[in-house]
């Protein structure tokens, strides 16, 4: 075990980070290999993801590795769970007028919204009986399969819609463009639209998802950090898209993939290889071996 001094805090995201795509839903070998290694070795490993409560438990599940003290960073930064036994640390709510008003938004634009409940609800994801583009309609089916809990309505507004996590969607780039600025123009002190480019469809496909405006990874990894005890200069944060720049921001070292937007790689400490060829693992791997980061690092 590493002395308390030497101990870091590691956050890797999951969805381009640990899998291919947000369609996956199995743990390779050597990712749960290599995320035992960096807890073995004495640091704190968070999953850091958009996912929420009910995917990444299926997830880890699916994957026959679910210690019940694995620290989750969930939905962007929304709901941060830590402790052992897991407990739920801190929890951004939209009120069911934000949702209401959030669901007309993105009806104007023509896209399709996804309202995910509170965990305490269920996590249920609701969405209405509409026509989906390719991209929606293959994360919907994969989520039916693999985590459940998705409720399909004829009119969203017709329901009651109490407090949600999170209204979102996936659609083509221009028209999430333009449902974020209409957003941000009319509830931007309240709400804040996080971006991130679709693992599938050849860069033409964005998410927009819709949160408190105190949510970001960056602020629910401080949460973590603050609850574990470990400052944020000796934070590592690992993943692939524009959601995790503001964990790359906070963290003293940050770690793209190859193949992350320019933006992503730009403000990393350092690029590793794709999902699929191991790099985050590698990375994992070197850090419970204590071959990085290095105090000249530092």
Partial sequence: ????????????????????TEFDDVLRPREI?????????????????????NSARALLQNSGWFPDDLPMVLLNGAVVWGDSPRRKLSCNKLDSKRVRRLVELFRTHETVPMVYGT????????????????????????????????RVVDDLLAIELPQALEVGTIDEKDRIMAL???????????VKVINTRSTIGGGAYYWAEVFDRATDKGAGLRI?????????????AI???FNDLDMFAAARWSVA????PDEVLNQADLVTGTAAEGGAALILERIAAGHWPTIEER
């Fill in 1 to 20: 075990m590493n002395p308390e001094k030497n101990r870091l805090l590691v956050a890797v995201d999951v969805d381009g980070t640990l899998l291919d």
């Fill in 33 to 53: 290999a290599a995320l035992k290694a960096v807890r073995a070795a004495g640091h704190v490993l968070a999953l850091c993801t958009g996912r929420n409560l």
């Fill in 119 to 150: 965990d305490d609800t269920g996590g249920h994801l609701h969405h209405e009986t509409r026509p989906l583009n390719d991209v929606l309609g293959r994360y919907l089916d994969a989520r039916r399969g693999s985590v459940g809990a998705v």
């Fill in 180 to 190: 974020t600025a209409a957003i941000t123009r009319e509830m931007g002190d309240v």
């Fill in 224 to 236: 973590l950090a603050d609850f574990v005890g470990i400052s944020m200069d000796k934070a590592v």
């Fill in 239 to 241: 993943g692939d898209n």
């Fill in 257 to 260: 993939m190859a193949g992350s």
